[in-house]
T-cell receptor, first 116, second 111 residues
Framework: GAGVSQSPRYKVTKRGQDVALRCDPI?????LYWYRQALGQGPEFLTY????????KSGLPNDRFSAERPEGSISTLTIQRTEQRDSAMYRC??????????????FGNGTRLTVT | EDKVVQSPLSLVVHEGDTVTLNCSYE??????LLWYKQEKKAPTFLFML????IEKKSGRLSSILDKKELFSILNITATQTGDSAVYLC???????????FGTGTRLQVFP
């Protein structure tokens, strides 16, 4: 596609429910990143994939958060047993090469998650 | 702990003014400094700076990196209302694949 596509755009869920956020990167991009952005803040790193391999998950806040990219293209970020503090904009980004300092990140429009 | 600090947090100017946005960084094994523009939706890439003292330019925007003093500036000349956005800077290192972002500078340009 023309850009990084994320779905859903908005997700409202009740505390305790699981959610799955989807990211479809730019075709041919080998690197895929998940970031979380709180209002008035810059994006905060969650996890990184090189093709299908999860290279870095150091930014995932706790074990309720997980991500996968099984075929090296589409990725899913899953949050289990959601809590109100999980409410934020979740952004996916992809890049052509390995690492954000080799080739710039292209961000998606994000999924706004609200946990009530 | 690695960090990126931007200033000012907010800036209000009139069309035609020139603005300078600041970004200082402390990033272990620093490799590059990146600038992004964020309007209502996704951040869009502006510049990647790796070498000190070499200005990068794109139209009315330009940026430079000082690796000795650990900062970068983003200049916008002859501002237009379309320049209104949050400008984010981020540091990247050789160690990891993550970018450390600052909180951004919110620029508002009034006609």
């Amino acid at each position: 596609g023309a850009g990084v596509s994320q779905s859903p755009r908005y997700k409202v869920t009740k505390r305790g429910q699981d959610v799955a956020l989807r990211c479809d990167p730019i075709s041919g991009h080998v690197s895929l990143y998940w970031y979380r952005q709180a209002l008035g803040q810059g994006p905060e790193f969650l996890t990184y994939f090189n093709y299908e391999a999860q290279q870095d998950k150091s930014g995932l806040p706790n074990d309720r958060f997980s991500a996968e990219r099984p075929e090296g293209s589409i990725s899913t970020l899953t949050i289990q047993r959601t809590e109100q503090r999980d409410s934020a904009m979740y952004r996916c980004a992809s890049s052509l090469g390995r690492g954000p300092t080799n080739s710039p990140l292209h961000f998606g429009n994000g999924t706004r998650l609200t946990v009530t | 702990e690695d960090k990126v600090v931007q200033s000012p947090l907010s800036l209000v100017v009139h069309e035609g003014d020139t603005v300078t946005l600041n970004c200082s960084y402390e990033v272990t094994n620093f490799r590059s400094l990146l600038w992004y523009k964020q309007e209502k939706k996704a951040p869009t890439f502006l510049f990647m700076l790796t070498s000190s003292g070499i200005e990068k330019k794109s139209g009315r925007l330009s940026s430079i990196l000082d690796k000795k003093e650990l900062f970068s500036i983003l200049n916008i000349t002859a501002t237009q209302t379309g320049d209104s956005a949050v400008y984010l800077c981020a540091g990247g290192s050789y160690n990891t694949d993550k970018l450390i972002f600052g909180t951004g500078t919110r620029l508002q340009v009034f006609p």
